[in-house]
C-alpha cells in the first residue's frame, strides 16, 4: 500500500513571497489533516478534512493560509503571504476514521513532509 | 487549557535496559492515546493505540498504560536497542479532535 506523498520535500522563500504544499493521501483514507511542527515541539493541527469538508480549521491562520480538497482526494495548502514564523515542516496525515457518531481510534499515517524556510 | 506534557529532557539507557517514557494531560477527556515514533527529518509512524476503557496494551516489546485517573500514560520499550532512538510523540484523541505532545527524545546506547 503506497504511504502518504507530499511534495516538495524542501523549500526556501523570503517573507511576503507566496507558497503552496500538495498532498496524496492514502487510498481510501476519508479524512485528511496538515499539521505544522516547528523544531522541537509536537505537531499542531491547522486543518482537518472529512472528504472535501472542514471538520476543524480553528487553529489556521486564515488570514494568511488557505487549504482545500478538492474532489475529496489530494490536498493543497497555501500561505500568502509567508512570515519568518512560518519556517517549520509541514506533515499531511490521513487517517480512515469515519465521521458517525463513534469515531475510531484515528491513527494516523504521515508523509515525510515538507520543510519550509522563510528568509 | 488542554495540556499534554512529556519529558523534555532526553531519555539515555544502555542497550537491552527497558525504556519507560511518560505523557501527562490535563483538562482533557480522551477517548484513545496513541504513541508515534519521529526519525529526524520523517513523518511520525503510529505505534500502538490505547483506549480510555484499557489499562494496559502490549505490541512485541512495546507496552502501553493508560491510567484515566491519574492522567498518564506510560510507554515502555522492553530490550532496547539502538535502533529504537528516535523522539516518541503522545497524542490524546477526543472526539475528532487529536492533539499532539512534544515528545520525549529517546538514546539507546549500545
Known amino acids: 500500500e503506497a504511504g502518504v506523498a507530499q511534495s516538495p520535500r524542501y523549500k526556501i522563500i523570503e517573507k511576503r513571497q507566496s507558497v503552496a504544499f500538495w498532498c496524496n493521501p492514502i487510498?481510501?483514507?476519508?479524512?485528511l489533516y496538515w499539521y505544522q511542527q516547528i523544531l522541537g515541539q509536537g505537531p499542531k493541527l491547522l486543518i482537518q478534512f472529512q472528504n472535501n469538508g472542514v471538520v476543524d480549521d480553528s487553529q489556521l491562520p486564515k488570514d494568511r493560509f488557505s487549504a482545500e480538497r478538492l474532489k475529496g482526494v489530494d490536498s493543497t495548502l497555501k500561505i500568502q503571504p509567508a512570515k519568518l514564523e512560518d519556517s517549520a515542516v509541514y506533515l499531511c496525515?490521513?487517517?480512515?476514521?469515519?465521521?458517525?457518531?463513534?469515531?475510531?481510534?484515528?491513527?494516523?499515517?504521515f508523509g515525510p513532509g515538507t520543510r519550509l524556510t522563510v528568509t | 487549557s488542554q495540556k499534554i506534557e512529556q519529558n523534555s529532557e532526553a531519555l539515555n539507557i544502555q542497550e537491552g535496559k527497558t525504556a519507560t517514557l511518560t505523557c501527562n494531560y490535563t483538562n482533557y477527556s480522551p477517548a484513545y492515546l496513541q504513541w508515534y515514533r519521529q526519525d529526524p527529518g520523517r513523518g511520525p509512524v503510529f505505534l500502538l493505540l490505547?483506549?480510555?476503557?484499557?489499562k494496559e496494551k502490549r505490541k512485541e516489546r512495546l507496552k502501553v498504560t493508560f491510567d484515566t485517573t491519574l492522567k498518564q500514560s506510560l510507554f515502555h520499550i522492553t530490550a532496547s536497542q539502538p535502533a529504537d532512538s528516535a523522539t516518541y510523540l503522545c497524542?490524546?484523541?477526543?472526539?475528532?479532535?487529536?492533539?499532539f505532545g512534544a515528545g520525549t527524545r529517546l538514546f539507546v546506547k549500545a
Open positions: 496525515a490521513s487517517s480512515s476514521s469515519t465521521s458517525g457518531s463513534a469515531p475510531r481510534g484515528g491513527e494516523q499515517y
Open positions: 487510498s481510501g483514507h476519508a479524512t
Open positions: 497524542a490524546l484523541r477526543g472526539g475528532f479532535k487529536t492533539i
Open positions: 490505547i483506549r480510555e476503557n484499557e
